[in-house]
């Protein structure tokens, strides 16, 4: 999940730094419209997200949970790069001074997701711990 997250969120920023600065050839590389709605990534980044939280329903394959976890790390990247726009719906956000947060964004959930990788047991434990304390039985 790190992996996929740090990767996608990387080749993102690339793109659209990449495309605004006409860098990259506008026939491969360019802004999504649908109409003349321009589509934003995070939107294909909640796409990702909903896909992957339907693998993880019981009735799927548990080889599929690898799937779900590279899929997961994408579509969370491709929501948070673009965090900015959840707060202000102003697209020119992004790049502005408010863009910032979505900086802010990622390395808090880098730092989540590294906590979870070398500290899993510990999360786990205190999750479930909380949930006894609430008087929610585990399953």
């Known amino acids: 999940m ?19 600065g006409s860098v990259l050839p506008k026939h491969v590389f360019t802004n999504v419209y649908i109409g003349n ?3 934003h990534h995070l939107v294909f980044g909640i796409f990702l997200l909903l896909i992957a939280g339907f693998i993880r329903i019981p009735q799927f394959d548990k080889s599929l949970f ?18 900015s726009l959840w707060l202000r ?3 020119d956000s992004y790049f502005g001074p408010e863009g910032r947060i979505s900086i802010d964004a990622v390395i808090v959930f880098v730092v989540i997701l590294l906590m979870t990788l070398f500290h899993g047991t510990f999360w786990r434990n205190a999750f479930f711990a ?5 008087g929610i039985k585990k399953r």
């Open 66 to 83: 690898r799937v779900s976890s590279v899929l997961y790390g994408m579509g969370a990247a491709l929501t948070l790069d673009e965090f």
């Open 2 to 20: 790190l992996t996929s997250f740090l990767l996608t969120f990387i080749i993102a920023r690339l793109i659209v730094y990449g495309i605004n």
């Open 89 to 91: 719906f102003n697209p």
């Open 37 to 39: 709605i321009h589509v």
């Open 130 to 134: 909380t949930l006894s304390y609430l």
